[in-house]
């Protein structure tokens, strides 16, 4: 059973469409997350959620919109596709936030290409 | 704020030999760290952390990483590489929930090091 699974695995899509990336635990974490790695593989936080509550959102644009329907999903869902948003994008979970010791589990990530 | 520094985004290493992968960090307050390894097309895989208690900790695959405070350094060893280490490795700082403010869950990774063997 895969604990962490995104959809799509890759994308492709034109500058200035509207695209979705889902993500689904079946960990019973409290926690998800979404980072972006870009292609210099640096990995940065995007946001956290924590029971369906956002509680980290680090100045991404607002063109980026996660969406949690339930504590077990986290969607990303972005608006107005830009060329510099090409990347990989993880989604993660954790047992809680704050614990600060819980290791968060990674998807396999979806590679996004805007052409 | 946390920050985390790899020296060396490329190490090569023959196999059998030791691989070493360095790891500094900065925080105002006492400090989680992680290790995760990254396979090519893959997710991140946490292969140790440190949190409390002795500082050499022991992951998986035969790693193993020593949190030296006056260093502020968590730098990743094995003893004897092998073919399957070859992968990105990323080294990773979050602060404790009771730090407060807005960085608690949040990790903040390094650069990342690829690591190659060498038959």
């Known amino acids: 059973d895969t604990a962490v699974s995104q959809t799509p695995k890759y994308l492709v899509t034109q500058m200035g469409n509207d695209k979705s990336i889902k993500c689904e635990q079946n960990?019973?974490?409290?926690?998800m997350y979404w980072y972006k790695q870009d292609s210099k593989k640096f990995l940065k936080i995007m946001f956290s959620?924590?029971?369906?509550?956002?509680?980290i959102n680090e100045t991404v644009p607002n063109r980026f919109s996660p969406k949690s329907p339930d504590k077990a999903h986290l969607n990303l869902h972005i608006n107005s596709l830009e060329l510099g948003d090409s990347a990989v994008y993880f989604c993660?979970?954790?047992?809680?936030?704050?614990?600060?010791?819980?290791?968060?589990?990674f998807g396999p990530g979806t590679r996004l290409t805007v052409l | 704020a946390q920050s985390v520094t790899q020296l060396g985004s490329h190490v090569s290493v023959s196999e059998g030999a030791l691989v070493l992968l360095r790891c500094n960090y900065s925080s105002s307050v006492p400090p989680y760290l992680f290790w995760y390894v990254q396979y090519p097309n893959q997710g991140l895989q946490l292969l140790l952390k440190?949190?409390?208690?002795?500082?050499l900790v022991k992951g998986i695959n035969g790693f193993e990483a020593e949190f030296k405070k006056s260093e502020t350094s968590f730098h990743l060893t094995k003893p004897s590489a092998h073919m399957s280490d070859a992968a990105e490795y990323f080294c990773?700082?979050?602060?404790?929930?009771?730090?407060?403010?807005?960085?608690?869950?949040?990790?903040?990774f390094g650069q990342g090091t690829i690591l190659t063997v060498h038959p």
């Open positions: 993660a979970s954790s047992q809680r936030v704050g614990g600060g010791t819980d290791t968060q589990y």
């Open positions: 440190y949190t409390t208690g002795a500082t």
């Open positions: 959620y924590n029971n369906k509550e956002l509680i």
């Open positions: 990773a700082v979050t602060v404790p929930s009771n730090a407060g403010g807005t960085s608690y869950g949040k990790l903040t």
């Open positions: 960990l019973g974490h409290d926690t």
